[in-house]
């Protein structure tokens, strides 16, 4: 099990990962009590403001440049095994049933990161629920939810959402209080 997918196990509830692109970002998600930072290029600044976990959505180079915890790649055999050679834990990003299915026969990952295609026309929330249906008992799913809610996420929390990437905000006005009702 890589640090990510601990650190996403490990917590009460869902976990909230914080999209950040400098320094400044990683140290207050950090503060706010974020589970693990995400970015999408580079990293340096901060990989070296923060320890928490991170993962990368960008590419493997820049990713293993970053000392990356985790990178997002595509459901494919290919993908997979250059991460692992990287030492990168491998989080797989899905849009549909038929990529988890091909994820899940040809190399079955145990992190999968859920997200709704740019171009699509559905309700985000709805969609990546929907999705969140097709991920197996025992695998951890990750919600990619930049502009969610407390609302969003108390949904995501009741329906089994392992995590929810969110863009820099105030994590206190997220997170739910008390126990989730199930």
Do not use: C
Not at 26 to 47: H, M
Not at 64 to 78: F, Y
Not at 132 to 144: F, Q, R, S, T, Y
Request: glycine share 8%.
């Amino acid at each position: 099990m890589g640090k990510l997918s601990r650190a996403i196990s490990e917590g009460d509830g869902i976990s909230i990962l914080v999209e950040v692109s400098d320094a400044n970002g990683a140290s207050t998600a950090e503060r706010q009590g974020a589970a693990g930072l995400v970015v999408r290029s580079g990293g340096n600044p901060v990989r070296a403001a923060s320890q928490l976990p991170l993962l990368h959505l960008g590419n493997m180079y820049e990713a293993r440049g970053v000392a990356a915890d985790a990178l997002a790649i595509r459901p494919e055999l290919t993908y997979w095994h250059e991460a692992q050679s990287q030492e990168l834990e491998g989080v797989v990003r899905v849009t549909d049933a038929a990529e988890l299915r091909k994820a899940l026969s040809n190399f079955d990952p145990e992190v999968f990161l859920l997200s709704v295609p740019p171009e699509s026309d559905a309700d985000p929330l709805e969609a990546l629920l929907a999705l969140l249906h097709d991920v197996p008992a025992g695998k951890l799913a990750i919600a990619e939810l930049p502009h969610a809610t407390a609302e969003d996420v108390a949904e995501l929390e009741r329906s089994g959402m392992d995590a929810v990437i969110v863009v820099e905000q105030d994590l206190e006005a997220l997170v739910p209080t008390g126990a989730p009702e199930v």
